[in-house]
């Protein structure tokens, strides 16, 4: 049977003028707001003097890039990759059957780069608009504002973005169109510009230029929004990500364009200099700065809620603790993580505390981000490898796209003493946490023993009829994990018979099958013993919260109505009156004993889990259960070792 999903939504799969609009402020505000820095990035790194092919080999790295990376890569091949609708690393990792370690590791290192990105995103792009205001007034409090913008941005995230956000779209029109404009104005005068476009030009920047190859760092961060097309697939469909990046792209370039011809006209004093503020009449330098610093929010906006979304698409994969997940709003798939916010407004506080300049955040930006395009481009060959496409286009890719997204981790790697140092260490942090988490819970799982449910049907009828056991409640419900109808974990049956026996007038059995499917929502009903032993089968998909105390009150009101039970009170007295019968939920914690010698690196892996447990909150909270009618016990886990020597008595 199935269950609808609330909250209404409109059908993102067609191609609407409103959808385009709706995928400018969503998709494209990273992208959209690297002209701020990555001219400025380049010619800093370049050497003392600016010259032509600094500025055109730079400009035709930067088209190449756009088109390889962007265009091809992405608008045109990843974004096809798509899981019932939804993208991004973790979309892709649900697409591939038979997962093996390493494909959940790289998905990790691919998911925690996103996450760093998530922490330096908003700090760069705010401090690069706000830094502007130096043009009018060099003594202007820069980390101040940016620190006090951020934390209203973070702080407004616990009302959801569905009032604001409905703004994000137009002003990202006016903002991509303005930077059109200007970019068109000096490109005007001087078109020879144009010529950069020739790939001669970025050939001979790489070979000729003085470190020209160490650049490709600085040329990457005009492409550093690119993983966003894929991660937001789901809420702005693929046509209008495709349609809307041809908008995009022309707009980028003739920013980028506009600002080497303006570096052209003025070689001598571009060094000290922003080229994007640069190209700005005078007279539009304080609506241009206040346009600029409405982009950057929005750009970081995005990332933040981007944030939650793949946290969330995590939790439910099981590749992250357990977190509170709130639902500000009733538009669908929009999620709030206080955890997460709350902590990544600390991080960027402490990012821009730091830098000080967003020249400074330029050598941490982007090395993390590479990470996630390599894994992107590994995940999605072995995807195409699974679904049998000829095996040419997929080496074909994998050279292609590794060898530039190699050449760009080296040169990348070269910012690590200047800040790449920070973001690794924060994939690497976050890394640590989902290995933890899902190898160590693989781990436990591996000695999870389960038990034949028919050899136990006999003792089920007999505890319901024996009135010398005390009736515990009407009915008793366990969260079981065992994927057989006929089987249920041995530690369930120890519960129920062994550790002290409950007797209830109907047991259920609750199994959350978590499915790769994004929005499948169904359960299904075995009535192993009629009126007894009910097991009911929840399947859901990793956006859908497992919010399993409403499911299983909607399937009780489904059998009520189809006359299956009758939620009568197992007490006599109660009964009598009409009054229901009650429920109580038992939750079995196990846990690991000391007393069995593992291997190293299990041992390792348990005490990470141990550790990274700390962050999860209780299953009840996670399944959203009802904390007044909650058992938790706890058992042991049980390893079967041999003893090397028995204790003798004396």
């Known amino acids: 049977m199935k269950m609808d999903i609330s909250g209404k939504h409109q059908d993102i799969s067609k191609l609407t003028l409103a959808g385009a609009i709706i995928a400018l402020g969503i998709v494209f505000g990273d992208l959209g707001t690297s002209p701020l820095y990555t001219m400025r990035a380049i010619i800093n790194g370049g050497s003392e003097n600016i010259n032509q092919l600094l500025i055109f080999g730079g400009l035709s790295c930067i088209f190449w890039t756009l088109t390889l990376t962007t265009t091809v890569k992405y608008v045109l091949i990843t974004l096809r990759s798509d899981n019932k609708g939804e993208g991004g690393i973790f979309a892709l990792a649900a697409l591939i ?113 003085p470190g020209g190859f160490v650049l490709l760092g600085a040329v990457f961060l005009c492409t550093t929004g690119a ?63 206040t346009l600029a610093s409405a982009a950057a929010i929005i750009a970081s906006q995005a990332i933040i809620s981007g944030s939650f979304t793949l946290i969330s698409e995590a939790i439910s994969l099981n590749f992250w603790p357990k977190l509170k997940v709130l639902h500000p709003t009733y538009v669908r798939g929009q999620v709030y993580l206080p955890v997460v916010n709350w902590f990544l407004w600390i991080a960027c506080s402490l990012t821009v505390i730091f830098f000080k300049e967003s020249s400074n955040m330029e050598a941490a930006y982007g090395l993390a981000l590479t990470l996630t395009m390599i894994v992107t481009t590994m995940l999605l060959s072995y995807y195409f490898y699974q679904r049998r496409l000829h095996r040419g286009l ?99 049956i120890y519960s129920i018979f062994n550790k002290q026996p409950k007797r209830a007038n109907t047991y259920w059995f609750l199994h959350v099958d978590m499915v790769d499917e994004p929005n499948r929502f169904e359960y299904k009903i075995n009535h192993i013993i009629p009126g007894i032993l009910i097991r ?108 090397g020597k028995r204790i003798e008595r004396i």
């Open 227 to 289: 993983e966003a097309l894929y991660a937001d697939l789901g809420h702005c469909g693929r046509s209008n990500i495709q349609v809307t990046w041809g908008f995009v792209k022309i707009a980028l370039l003739l920013n980028y364009f506009g600002q080497g011809a303006w570096l052209m006209l003025n070689m001598e004093t571009g060094a000290d200099s922003n080229p994007f503020f640069e190209i700005m009449p005078k007279w539009f330098l304080i609506p241009g700065i």
């Open 536 to 643: 009911i089968d929840f399947h859901l998909g990793y956006k859908v919260e497992p919010k399993i105390n409403l499911y299983f009150r909607e399937v009780l009101e489904d059998m009520v109505n189809s006359g299956e039970i009758k939620l009568e009170s197992g007490f006599t007295s109660m009964k009598k009156r009409g009054l229901p019968g009650d429920f109580k939920f038992v939750l079995i914690d196990r846990i690991m004993l000391h007393d069995f010698k593992l291997s190293n690196i299990e041992s390792f892996i348990i005490s990470l889990y141990s550790l990274v447990k700390r962050l999860s909150i209780p299953a009840e909270r996670a399944f959203n259960l009802d904390n007044t009618s909650i058992i938790v016990e706890k058992v042991p886990i049980i390893i079967d070792q041999p003893v």
């Open 97 to 209: 059957k038979r997962k093996s370690p390493l494909i959940a590791v790289l998905t990790m290192i691919g998911g925690a780069a996103i996450l760093a990105d998530g922490v330096i995103t908003p700090a760069i792009t705010v401090t690069s608009s706000i830094e502007g205001l130096k043009l009018y007034n060099s003594d202007i409090p820069v980390v101040l504002i940016v620190l006090g913008i951020l934390t209203v941005m973070f702080f407004i995230q616990q009302f959801g973005s569905n009032l604001i956000g409905k703004s994000f779209g137009p002003i990202m029109l006016v903002w991509f169109t303005t930077i059109a404009v200007l970019g068109l104005s000096q490109v005007i005068r001087h078109p020879d510009i144009l010529k950069a476009v020739n790939p001669a030009y970025a050939y001979r920047f790489l070979t000729e230029y």
């Open 394 to 492: 997929i080496l074909l890719l994998l050279v292609v796209y590794l060898t530039i997204e190699g050449s760009f981790l080296i040169a990348n790697l070269h910012k690590f003493s200047h800040g790449g140092w920070f973001t690794l260490i924060l994939t690497a942090l976050f890394t640590l946490i989902m290995y933890g988490w899902y190898f160590g819970r693989k781990l436990r799982n591996r000695y999870i023993s389960f038990a034949s449910l028919y050899g136990y049907l006999g003792m089920f009828r007999d505890l319901t009829r024996d009135k010398s056991v005390p009736m515990l409640a009407t009915n008793l419900v366990y969260i079981i994990h065992a994927n057989s109808i006929d089987q249920v974990e041995s530690k369930v």
